[in-house]
C-alpha cells in the first residue's frame, strides 16, 4: 500500500487498486513496479482466474506522475515495463472506469478485455501535446478499435472522449452507475471465473491473435517515445506544463 497501489484477492479475482486519489492516481515509477509484481503473480498462480483493475476516489487515473516521470530514467523504464507486462498478460482483465483516465489510464484499457465505464468517464490521450507519442501500442489498437476518424481525433487533436462515445466506438463494454460501477465489475469478473477455464483461455487467445504485431508496435512507439523526450518540443511542453502557460512551438 505505501506504494499507491493496494492488492485485494477474493475467490480466484486478483484486485489492483490504484490509490493516490490525492493525485488523481497519477503513476509513479514505485506505483508500475508494484502493478508489474501484482500480474506477475497473478499469471503464475493457477488459482487466480482473473484481474480487475480500479482506480481509487474520483477520477481512475490520471497517467505518469509527470514529476517523478522526468526525474530520471527509472520512470519511462517502469512505464513501459509494465505496458509489456498488461499486453502479454494471459488472464482476462477487467476494469472499472470513473472520472479521468488519462494517457495509460486509457492507453491500458486496449489491453483488457471488459472495460466499464461511469458516465463521468472521460479518455484522453494527450501525448502529442505534450511533444511525445502514444504508447502501449496505442498508435494500432486506437485506430482498430475506434476506427481512424476517431483514433485521430485522440491522438492527433488530443482531444477527450466522453462515457458515451466511448461506449458507442468500442472502448468500452458497457456504462455502469458510478455507484455500481465497482460491485458489477467484480460480478463480471466472478462470471469469467465461474467459466471453463482451458475453454476460456483459448477462445481469449484466439480473439487476441498473435501478440507479435502488438508488440512490435510498442517497441517501435517506445523507441520513437525516448527520442522525443530529448527533442526541443517535449522540453518545452513540460515546462510550460509545470509552469501553468501554453506551450510556444516553433517550425523551424
Same mark, same amino acid.
Given at each position: 500500500?505505501?506504494?499507491?497501489?493496494?492488492?485485494?484477492?477474493?475467490?480466484?479475482?486478483?484486485?489492483?487498486?490504484?490509490?493516490?486519489?490525492?493525485?488523481?492516481?497519477?503513476?509513479?515509477?514505485?506505483?508500475?513496479?508494484?502493478?508489474?509484481?501484482?500480474?506477475?503473480?497473478?499469471?503464475?498462480?493457477?488459482?487466480?482466474?482473473?484481474?480487475?483493475?480500479?482506480?481509487?476516489?474520483?477520477?481512475?487515473?490520471?497517467?505518469?506522475?509527470?514529476?517523478?516521470?522526468?526525474?530520471? &530514467?527509472? /520512470?519511462?523504464?517502469? !512505464?513501459? %515495463?509494465?505496458?509489456? =507486462?498488461?499486453? @502479454?498478460?494471459? *488472464? $482476462?482483465?477487467? #476494469?472499472?472506469?470513473?472520472?479521468?483516465?488519462?494517457?495509460?489510464?486509457?492507453?491500458?484499457?486496449?489491453?483488457?478485455?471488459?472495460?466499464?465505464?461511469?458516465?463521468?468517464?472521460?479518455?484522453?490521450?494527450?501525448?502529442?501535446?505534450?511533444?511525445?507519442?502514444?504508447?502501449?501500442?496505442?498508435?494500432?489498437?486506437?485506430?482498430?478499435?475506434?476506427?481512424?476518424?476517431?483514433?485521430?481525433?485522440?491522438?492527433?487533436?488530443?482531444?477527450?472522449?466522453?462515457?458515451?462515445?466511448?461506449?458507442?466506438?468500442?472502448?468500452?463494454?458497457?456504462?455502469? &452507475?458510478? /455507484?455500481?460501477?465497482? !460491485?458489477? %465489475?467484480?460480478?463480471? =469478473?466472478?462470471? @469469467?471465473?465461474? *467459466? $471453463?477455464?482451458? #475453454?476460456?483461455?483459448?477462445?481469449?487467445?484466439?480473439?487476441?491473435?498473435?501478440?507479435?504485431?502488438?508488440?512490435?508496435?510498442?517497441?517501435?512507439?517506445?523507441?520513437?517515445?525516448?527520442?522525443?523526450?530529448?527533442?526541443?518540443?517535449?522540453?518545452?511542453?513540460?515546462?510550460?506544463?509545470?509552469?501553468?502557460?501554453?506551450?510556444?512551438?516553433?517550425?523551424?
Amino acid at each position: 500500500m505505501s506504494t499507491g497501489i493496494e492488492i485485494v484477492e477474493n475467490e480466484g479475482i486478483l484486485e489492483i487498486h490504484i490509490d493516490r486519489a490525492e493525485k488523481k492516481n497519477a503513476l509513479t515509477a514505485a506505483m508500475y513496479g508494484a502493478m508489474i509484481a501484482a500480474l506477475e503473480g497473478a499469471s503464475a498462480r493457477g488459482e487466480i482466474g482473473a484481474v480487475l483493475i480500479a482506480g481509487k476516489g474520483d477520477a481512475f487515473c490520471a497517467g505518469n506522475d509527470l514529476a517523478d516521470f522526468i526525474s530520471g &530514467p527509472e /520512470g519511462a523504464a517502469a !512505464a513501459f %515495463a509494465f505496458i509489456r =507486462a498488461i499486453a @502479454l498478460f494471459d *488472464k $482476462p482483465i477487467v #476494469a472499472a472506469v470513473q472520472g479521468l483516465a488519462v494517457g495509460v489510464g486509457t492507453t491500458m484499457l486496449f489491453h483488457c478485455d471488459l472495460v466499464y465505464a461511469a458516465p463521468d468517464a472521460r479518455f484522453v490521450m494527450p501525448f502529442v501535446n505534450l511533444g511525445i507519442v502514444p504508447e502501449a501500442g496505442s498508435s494500432l489498437l486506437a485506430p482498430a478499435t475506434l476506427g481512424y476518424a476517431k483514433a485521430a481525433a485522440m491522438l492527433l487533436l488530443g482531444e477527450p472522449m466522453g462515457a458515451e462515445a466511448a461506449d458507442a466506438a468500442g472502448l468500452v463494454t458497457a456504462l455502469v &452507475p458510478g /455507484g455500481e460501477l465497482l !460491485a458489477h %465489475a467484480r460480478a463480471k =469478473a466472478g462470471v @469469467l471465473m465461474a *467459466k $471453463p477455464p482451458q #475453454a476460456l483461455m483459448a477462445t481469449r487467445r484466439l480473439m487476441k491473435g498473435d501478440p507479435a504485431a502488438v508488440v512490435a508496435r510498442i517497441d517501435d512507439e517506445a523507441r520513437v517515445f525516448r527520442s522525443a523526450m530529448q527533442s526541443a518540443e517535449a522540453r518545452e511542453a513540460f515546462t510550460a506544463f509545470f509552469e501553468k502557460r501554453p506551450p510556444v512551438f516553433h517550425r523551424d
